[in-house]
């Protein structure tokens, strides 16, 4: 019994062109050669696969060699149209270019060119997947194609056809078959569904003509495995996604929202449900960029179009509807642009689990810190962060001794103040002005409970891994100081991965590099009692704690300061009279000051500059 059954793509295959669906360009073109009895000796089919190319070559073949023909309408009952029905080799001949592409293939083909046909008009050669011949193949091709004798066609069928040689495109007759749009599909697979009693919503062959990408052949082959399904039952979308390995709408929903709202701990329990589910890390993640994709239709599009752009039902564009309020159409380009990136290092890693964990992490980090005005403001605080902060502190305690003498004296200094160029570049003449601008946190001036803060953002710039930044974006710095780095986590999991001894020997990389030691040690565990006394006992602890008490002791020390303001359009010519030490230091201060800039900048916009 099994033996006889007949897949539905094969039963329901068209005979005819009025039966071809969705290529109407296709049906006007060969009906007005076939009536008007202009046949050419060589066509070419190209498209997307399942469109309809081998079938409309067939077609044509019947058209041909029917014994009424040539006619738009084969009778399908003569001995030649139950030839081509049935793949019987006599006057056409079908030949699949992939097993037979090579040159000795080609010249068989050629010899029994010359053989008259035995029951139509025509001996005609369908060569599918004709891209896949060799070039010593297609050069033998040649010469028959441009002069073939006078009874013979032939219909090649290409996917690639780029792969083609252009002259054998230049002696064919090209037809380009179209992706067959998804009302044509749903509208065929119902009228499949009433033949076969096949019992199945509308909402799902939705979905099945949505997942086909306008090939009509794999939609009704989905629709012949559901069928199975259909029995005591009505099919339903659950039982699509359920059959393609896809996540449902509404699980993909209540992720996006934890996403949204910047909660990786309620992420991460989600996305471990999924993952238990069965679902594998790399199908997760193109089912989520599908998601926010259709998200980023709903915010820009309009609603008439929705529907088709989507392929989602009224109450899920609602649900849509309603999140895209909450996010800025940069942040969704954004968040789309993450997850192809995840997706390539999940194909890539060889634990994938690991990566989509770190992947959802990031994601769930990111909504809360890529706003429009969020950006904007932390340029703003970047392009004068570094220069305008400490540079006020020298002007504020120079004027002090400058009060006593005449009135003549402070006049320069408020219009050095109310300059904006010049600001900055007042103080760098100073040799403490670089030191200053350079440390992060200030030390013995601006001692605050943030400082640990600063100190745990410079030891994140300098970890290079972004998998280890985005995991430690969930830490709580307890202590961070040269005789030790103390971090917490709330989640066990989390400490063992960050214990792992390639990403702990990052932080103890990062922490000697950054306090000039040879071996910070590090410890990384859950959070106790204590944290908050060690916290604020590391403090008042910076990276340039050591470099800025000589520079100090030599402001306290040198001589009558009053002098300093009114001397500074002196001393700029006389630079090249300073110390050749001190000529190196402010040097060696200004190129850390940039590159300290550039990191933050990097750390900021991920790798690209912003100008």
């Known amino acids: 019994m099994s033996g006889n059954y007949v897949p539905l793509y094969r039963k329901y295959r068209p005979q005819t062109l009025d039966t071809l669906v969705g290529q109407e360009h296709i049906k006007k073109a060969l009906t007005s050669a076939i009536e008007l009895g202009k046949i050419a000796h060589a066509f070419l089919f190209t498209g997307p696969r399942g469109t309809g190319k081998t079938s409309t070559a067939r077609i044509l073949a019947k058209s041909l060699n029917c014994k009424n023909g040539p006619t738009i309408h084969p009778c399908g009952e003569c001995e030649s149209c139950q030839d081509i029905t049935n793949s019987v080799p006599i006057d056409v001949i079908e030949i699949d270019a992939a097993s037979n592409r090579k040159v000795e293939d080609t010249q068989s083909i050629l010899e029994k060119i010359q053989y008259v046909p ?17 070039n010593h193949a297609f050069n033998a091709l040649l010469k028959t194609l441009e002069e073939p004798p006078e009874n013979v066609v032939f219909i090649l069928a290409t996917t690639e056809v780029h792969k083609v040689l252009d002259t054998i495109k230049s002696r064919c007759q090209r037809f380009d078959f179209r992706r067959i749009t998804t009302d044509d599909i749903v509208k065929h697979l119902r009228y499949i569904s009433d033949e076969e009693k096949i019992n199945i919503s509308d909402d799902a062959l939705f979905a099945i003509a949505k997942n086909s990408a306008g090939g009509m052949r794999d939609s009704i082959s989905l629709l012949d495995q559901l069928s199975l399904l259909g029995v005591t039952k009505e099919i339903s979308v659950d039982d699509v996604n359920a059959v393609l390995g896809r996540i449902s709408f509404d699980v993909l929903n209540k992720l996006s929202s934890k996403i949204i709202a910047s909660s990786p701990n309620e992420a991460i329990e989600i996305l471990n449900e999924i993952y238990n589910s069965g679902n594998e890390p790399l199908q997760i993640l193109t089912n989520l960029s599908e998601y926010f994709k259709n998200l980023l239709i709903v915010k820009n599009c309009k609603k008439d179009l929705l529907s088709e752009l989507t392929g989602l039902n009224e109450p899920q564009i609602e649900e849509l509807s309603k999140q895209k309020e909450q996010l800025e159409t940069q942040q969704i380009v954004f968040l789309l642009e993450r997850i192809t990136y995840y997706i390539k290092e999940v194909k890539l890693a ?45 002007v504020v305690t120079r004027p002090a001794p400058i009060q006593p003498p005449p009135v003549q004296t402070p006049e320069p200094v408020k219009q050095q103040i109310s300059q904006p160029a010049p600001a900055p570049q007042k103080p760098a003449a100073p040799k403490p002005q670089p030191e200053d601008d350079f440390t992060p946190p200030p030390v013995s001036k601006k001692p605050s409970g943030n400082d640990i803060q600063t100190l745990w953002q410079t030891l994140l710039a300098n970890i290079k891994s972004p998998s280890t930044r985005a995991l430690l974006n969930l830490a709580t710095p307890v202590k961070i100081a040269p005789d030790g780095v103390i971090i917490t986590f709330k989640n066990d999991k989390l400490v063992s991965q960050i214990s792992d001894t390639n990403k702990k020997q990052m932080i103890v990389d990062a922490a000697s590099a950054m306090f000039g030691a040879s071996a910070v040690s590090v410890s990384i565990r859950l959070p106790q009692a204590g944290d908050a006394g060690l916290a604020a006992q590391a403090a008042p602890v910076t990276v340039a704690a050591t470099q800025t008490a000589p520079v100090e002791e030599e402001k306290k020390n040198s001589p009558p300061p009053i002098i300093e303001p009114e001397e500074e359009p002196e001393v700029k010519p006389q630079a090249q009279e300073a110390p050749a030490a001190e000529q190196k230091l402010e040097a060696r201060d200004k190129e850390r000051l940039e590159s300290d800039q550039e990191k933050m900048v990097l750390e900021l916009f991920d790798g690209k500059y912003i100008e």
């Open 118 to 134: 035995v029951h139509g008009k025509y001996k005609i050669y369908i060569i599918d997947e004709v891209h896949m011949l060799t």
């Open 350 to 394: 060889s634990n994938q689990h690991l990566w989509l964990e770190v992947g959802m992490i990031d994601l769930a980090n990111m909504t809360e810190n890529s706003t429009l005005l969020d950006l904007q403001n932390r340029v703003k605080a970047l392009e004068g962060g570094g220069v305008s902060i400490p540079a006020p502190q020298p």
